[in-house]
């Protein structure tokens, strides 16, 4: 009896991956980054509806998740037993996985501020950072603990790690970052490690956005506690942040 309903899951689930729209759905979201139904659709070559089923159909076997961010819906894979069967189906079948190509102005794609927390590619690449060095654990569905040495690395910096965790917010979680369409750190403990980087002068706050700058001694201190190296800012950035810095001495 198992062993025919494995069957008939086997089945189901490859005759969802077999539909061409489906199976470019998929594809379009193996590198990670989440994307809306309309995106999707048009991926897929499809009408709008026509995606909002398949997407339905999808999440019902269990191969993408739905993420809402306040008004935004937002389509990733359910996890990564999914790419890995994907990734063993586009070997077989020679396909190339497409990257994702932000539109985000770059000031604001590096770093910026989400509600309380850090947001943009230096705050994805914090998280991605933190989970792959166990620091950061699933605890189950959008929530994370902090390992032992996780806790060590944040109280280092003067985080008190225990009176977040005693607060009614919601401790740590993924927060998906709508430039990066990956997650970042979000959170109690995504607020405390943003006003620990702005009070070590880590980043500095933009007076007329929510963009952040990362500065020089940010620079080397997130390399050197974090272990990681951070691209360098867009041109845009990096002239913004200096003319900032003129106009402010003058």
């Known amino acids: 009896m198992n062993e025919a309903h494995s ?5 189901q689930v490859a005759a969802a991956i077999a539909e061409p729209a489906r199976t470019k759905i998929l594809c379009s979201l193996m590198d990670g980054h989440a994307r809306t139904s309309t995106e999707l659709a048009a991926i897929a070559e499809v009408s709008a509806s026509t995606a909002s089923a398949h997407l339905a159909k999808l999440k019902d076997l269990a191969l993408v998740r739905l993420h809402v961010q306040g008004r935004h819906r937002y389509y990733s894979l359910a996890d990564k037993r999914v790419a890995q069967a994907l990734e063993a189906l586009m070997v ?5 996985v497409p990257e994702y190509q932000s539109r985000t102005p770059g000031r604001l794609q590096f770093a910026r501020t989400c509600y309380d927390h850090m947001a943009g590619t230096l705050a994805v690449l914090l998280h991605d950072r933190m989970i792959e060095a166990g620091w ?3 605890v189950g569905e959008q929530l994370y603990r902090l390992s032992d040495n996780g806790e060590a690395v944040l109280e280092g910096l003067g985080i008190e790690v225990r009176d977040l965790a005693m607060t009614r917010r919601r401790f740590a979680c993924p927060c998906l970052d709508w430039s990066m369409r990956r997650p970042h750190l979000g959170g109690a403990l995504g607020a405390a ?3 620990t980087a702005i009070r070590r002068k880590w980043v500095t706050q933009d007076l007329d956005s929510r963009a952040l700058a990362l500065t020089a001694l940010g620079r080397k201190e997130i390399s050197a506690r974090f272990g990681l190296v951070v691209p360098a800012e867009s ?7 200096k003319n900032r810095s003129h106009q402010q001495t003058l």
Do not use: C, M, R, W
Not at 7 to 11: A, K, P
Not at 92 to 96: E, F, L, M, P
Not at 235 to 241: G, I, L, R, Y
């Open 7 to 11: 069957d008939i899951g086997v089945s």
């Open 92 to 96: 077989i079948g020679q396909n190339a």
């Open 136 to 138: 950061l654990q699933e």
């Open 193 to 195: 490690l943003l006003q």
């Open 235 to 241: 041109p845009v950035t990096a002239a913004h942040t």
